[in-house]
């Protein structure tokens, strides 16, 4: 096979360790440890003559900046939220699951895992916690060399409920749907906290996270349609803006500059910075100093789910419920909409998911409810042809 047919792909080949990443993303290692394979430095370590939790820590310290399907490192977050639960982890098999010794993580067998997950039932953890201790544990069976330790939810006896997550807003989570007057609550923010109430802004106007408004320059990041590399057919405006800094995973997107709403978020933005380069943090402080401030601001005017029942991040609903109406000419269902047809629907959502930074339509599914009703009642008719029921049939089993 010619070089030129070969699929190349940054995925990661189930139970290989990484080797070919770029050292520059690679925490540095120990002196010691130069020379050495990871093989031959956990040899130093011998089961059932070193401490457990000592060996877990080497672990962590030889992969744990590695994402366990790409070829790429994870963020400082997922490092430290990966590290907490498994030392956790081992801990908790003796104090919750009542095992005698914590075990070396190299002879962790499916006992324990069974063990530890009817300690996550009686607690009634949440179904998208159980979810990410799995995958957290499939990281370490990743990095033993054993890719298919952990298995489905379904092998350990959980049941749909207890680890399905919720893809579809059940409620509406905006500003909008809080009762909140939100022209008015971002004048007084600003007022307050200039660079705060411009975060505000950029949310409602373009979607962001909070990180990705309290980061974004407002300067810099805005770019001719040419300059984005985008299709022709795809252009919508003169120019956008490109998000990168502060979003989920590095995922670029750019945002087009269509709507007077965006163009004037943008000006307040442009203003309210000192300088070229900028971000829209107060440039005194780091960029966690500012996140604080952010999140201080917002209990200050109780936007909380306990204040105002509403919280920075409905802003980011409200834009993505906007947009959807906007392209579909109706409401999303979580906020009651009209039926319309499945192509239009379909293209709405797509529309919404890759404003928010998501690359599949489910995603929009987070902000703007359920499939819409002529598409869920022809889903459920499928369903009941392929069981042989019957509608009223169905609709009594159903009870």
Known sequence: MSESNVRHTTRRVQGTIGTGRATNHQPPRRQEWALMTPAEILERYRPGKADPLRVLDVLLELFNSQHTALEKTVSHKTRQERADFLRRFFRDLKIKARFA????????????????????????LA????????SFLRGLALWLGKPGFIRTPAHYGLTPAEYQRHEYAQRDKSWTAAGIDIDALIERVSAYDRYVGASLRMIRAM???????VMFRPHQCVLSFEATGLPLEQRQADRYVRIKEGAKGGRLRFVPLNS??????LAFAQAVVQGDDAHLGDPRHSLKRNLRRFDYVMARFGITAEGLGATAHGLRHEA???????????????????????????AARLSAAHLAGHNRVRASGAYLGGLLARQAARAAERQDNTSGISGDEGLLEGR
């Open 207 to 213: 979607g962001l996270r909070r990180k990705e408004s």
């Open 101 to 124: 010794t914590v075990p070396d993580p190299r002879n962790l067998g499916d006992r324990h895992i069974r063990a530890m997950i009817n300690v996550w039932q009686q607690e009634q």
């Open 127 to 134: 179904p998208a916690t159980i979810q990410t201790y799995l």
């Open 260 to 265: 007077a709403q965006r163009i004037e978020a």
């Open 320 to 346: 993505m419920i906007d947009h959807y109406t906007d392209k579909a000419g109706v409401a999303p269902p979580v906020r009651g909409g009209s039926d319309v047809p499945p192509d239009l629907d379909a």
